[in-house]
């Protein structure tokens, strides 16, 4: 393994503490070390692999993200956040939970990844695999309810496939990354018809 992915051990030591303490985006990358990009936004992408009902969690990770993987393509050896960014936290009760309910799945995939079919992550397929994982973390930055878990999985395979030079995790990735593209249509082009009815019903029943 390259990066070494023990995913479960680090999310339970980073997530460690007080359930009403808020674990802030730079505490969390303080606590990661000299990982590489790709395993920091993993594990700052896994909580919204998991249903948490945390407000704007994927604004919360995705915005970093997205000034991560910026500084990934260009080249920086460690990474850095603009303190308002990295003062921006969750409650640790919140993901303490979420990671009581992922446990069996992580375990799962930490089993399962290595390398193979690495054709996959190689030359221009990997440029290009890269390109995508970065278009799909913008996805997942921007502000678009219900539309957080789809590029969250493709996003987390994406990364768990370059770190460990697993192709099977790179079609995983571009799978969901089909998925999240359709989903998203299907929510830009459905929700304001949804929100112009919920308000026409609204004011139907104030009148």
Partial sequence: MKDNFPLLETLERLFAGPRESLLTIKAFLDGLGDRSYFFI?????????????IPM????????????????????????????????????GSLQQMLIR????????????????EWWVQGTMRKVTEVI????I?????????????????????????????GIMAMLGWVLTAVTAVWTVFLLAVGPYVVITLIKSVLSRVA
């Fill in 41 to 53: 936004i993993a594990a700052l992408n896994f909580p919204n692999c998991i249903p948490t009902g």
């Fill in 57 to 92: 969690l994927s604004s919360v990770t995705g915005i970093p993200m997205v000034l991560l993987a910026i500084q990934h393509f260009l080249g920086r050896p460690s990474p850095s956040l603009p303190e308002f960014v990295g003062r921006r936290g969750v409650p640790r």
């Fill in 102 to 117: 992922a446990r069996p799945h992580i375990e799962r995939l930490e089993r399962a990844v290595h390398a193979r079919n």
């Fill in 133 to 136: 994982w970065f278009l799909v």
């Fill in 138 to 166: 913008v996805v997942l930055a921007l502000p678009i309810p219900f539309d957080n878990l789809f590029p969250a999985w493709a996003i987390f395979f994406f990364c768990v496939a370059m770190i460990e030079d697993d």
